[in-house]
């Protein structure tokens, strides 16, 4: 069992950047794939990131790529998303998530499916 408390969230002008956090709770943070999506109102849930359980393969979305930067620290049992020059359309619920046993490929770390355990979500308002 793997619990999830994202933080960092809040509301930035356009261009500004956040640092979001994932605090995973157990000693067993590092056998765990890790992976940021969102979810803004009236669509569905989007990938935006994911970090392999050594933090070697990452993986983005085109939509941030080049923005974003999602790192992890084992030690810590947290993982991280920069987001940088962010964009009105960034506007979202943001959801750290922990997958076990997942290939580090684009198409299995990329489907929320793919995931065992889920955070609260932290709120990103971007204003233009």
């Known amino acids: 069992q793997v619990q999830l408390v994202e933080s960092g969230g809040g509301l930035v002008q356009a261009g500004g950047s956040l640092r979001l956090s994932c605090a995973a709770s157990?000693?067993?943070?590092?056998?765990?794939?890790m992976g940021w999506f969102r979810q803004a109102p009236g669509k569905e849930r989007e990938f935006v990131a994911a970090?392999?359980?050594?933090?070697?393969?990452?993986y983005y979305a085109d939509s941030v790529k080049g923005r974003f930067t999602i790192s992890r620290s084992n030690a810590e049992n947290t993982v991280y998303l920069q987001m940088n020059s962010l964009k009105p359309e960034d506007t979202a619920v943001y959801y750290c998530?922990?997958?076990?046993?997942?290939?580090?490929?684009?198409?299995?770390?990329?489907?929320?499916?793919?995931?065992?355990?889920w955070g609260q979500g932290t709120q990103v308002t971007v204003s233009s």
């Open positions: 157990g000693r067993t943070f590092s056998s765990y794939a």
């Open positions: 998530a922990a997958g076990l046993n997942i290939r580090p490929t684009p198409e299995t770390m990329g489907a929320p499916v793919t995931y065992n355990y």
């Open positions: 970090i392999s359980r050594s933090g070697v393969v990452t």
